[in-house]
């Protein structure tokens, strides 16, 4: 814990010293409508994804997990129609990455699912690797060279001679368009090779077996940016996956989030876009790595206004462009906390952060205990509700 907040004192002073540096903001990209509103269907579908990716916090946690069918310490009992597919734990490094893959069987929506979870370490995360952005390389990068005998991108079963005719558990050749001055934060770059081979054959034969699933992509945090790569790498394949973050960094350059719009095709009709980027009120990690070191984000944000759990429909909003001045990029300069701009609180990292319908990370029945009332809606807070400690890092 200690050095968990020397790393957060380390990272203000470097961060209050780089807001000195000016920012290019970036051009908005207006909506056909002026209608911020979200729908209560799209208000039920981004609560339902929240309690899965909470699942997710179970994975690489001690003494604890997720087992099949489909078993945990925390909400699995929500979901009766799931079946286990695999999990994976990449290690408790700066690049670390957890989480699972699961069937989703009617009478719940058929769809595969997988669920990236937030590390541990994310303001290390971005402390340490953030000012050393790499080239981003659509996937599977180097899998085409000939000189290469190897490649990070490769499928641990995939190989050159199987490019025509892959059996039906690989995942298909990638022919993804370049993607011109792209650069990519290396961490999380990182993160999804490491997770990408790990996965790659189980989810292939899931999606050869369950060709009508759709395939559902959901990250918490670091999560989310591991979750955006992945669902770059498998628009590249063919799929067409369905993405949502919640609390994600950002991710690259200016050239990377314009890919990534073009490559959801993301446009005025907010109904069928396929990646939706939540946010939350004083969350300070999607406004982090900083402006001043190249990052930006894209778009297809959905915000969270109210500071409080639960929210309701009214308290979330769709976003204008990459970066709305009337959601998560303007809290940054909109009366902040003692003379303190939204992406410098870090202390957020624990509440604002985790607190997206739920307060996610950590894996106990029904998630968070404080948030156990919320089941219910109409039932209010008890005065007796008790008093848990929160967990003391993220």
Not at 15 to 31: N, T
Not at 50 to 61: E, H, N
Not at 163 to 176: I, N, Q
Not at 206 to 225: D, R
Request: some cysteine; overall charge negative; proline content about 9%.
């Amino acid at each position: 814990m200690a050095s968990f907040l020397g790393r957060l004192v380390h990272a203000l002073f470097i961060f209050l010293v780089a807001i000195l540096a000016s920012s290019a903001q970036v051009p908005l990209q207006p909506h056909a409508s002026n209608d911020t509103s979200i729908s209560v269907e799209l208000f039920a579908e981004l609560e339902e994804l929240s309690r899965i990716v909470d699942i997710s916090y179970c994975v690489g946690t001690a003494g604890l997990g997720i087992s099949k069918p489909f078993q945990c310490a925390s909400r699995c009992g929500e979901f009766d129609n799931f079946e286990l597919v695999q999990t994976w734990n990449t290690g408790p490094l700066l690049s670390d990455s957890c989480g699972y893959v699961v069937l989703s069987h009617p009478p719940s929506p058929p769809r595969v699912i997988l669920a990236f979870r937030g590390t541990y370490s994310i303001a290390n995360t971005i402390v340490d690797l953030s000012t050393v952005p790499q080239e981003y390389v659509p996937y599977p990068g180097d899998d085409d060279d000939d000189d290469s005998n190897s490649s990070d991108f490769l499928s641990p079963r995939l190989k050159r001679s199987s490019y025509l005719h892959p059996p039906e558990d690989e995942p298909p050749p990638s022919h993804p368009p370049k993607c011109d001055n792209c650069t990519v934060h290396t961490g999380f770059y990182t993160s999804w090779l490491n997770t990408r081979k790990v996965i790659l054959p189980a989810l292939t034969e899931a999606i050869e077996k369950y060709p009508s699933y759709k395939l559902t992509l959901v990250g918490h945090s670091l999560g989310g940016a591991v979750a955006a790569l992945a669902g770059l790498d498998f628009k590249a394949r063919g799929w067409n996956p369905k993405v949502t973050t919640f609390g994600e960094p950002r991710v690259g350059n200016n050239e990377l989030m314009s890919y990534i719009n073009g490559r959801f095709n993301i446009t005025n009709n907010r109904t069928t876009n396929m990646f939706h980027r939540v946010t939350h009120v004083s969350d300070p990690v999607p406004l982090l790595p900083l402006a001043e070191w190249g990052y930006t984000m894209h778009s297809e944000e959905i915000f969270i206004k109210a500071p409080d759990l639960p929210p309701s429909v009214g308290d979330i909003q769709y976003c204008i462009g990459d970066e709305d001045p009337n959601c998560i990029a303007g809290n940054d300069s909109d009366a902040p906390s003692w003379g303190i701009p939204a992406r410098f609180k870090f202390w957020e990292l624990f509440f604002a952060h985790r607190d997206y319908f739920w307060r996610l990370g950590l894996c106990v029945p029904g998630g968070d205990p404080k948030d156990w009332y919320r089941k219910y809606p109409k039932h209010e807070d008890d005065e007796n509700e008790p008093d848990v400690e929160d967990a003391d890092e993220l």
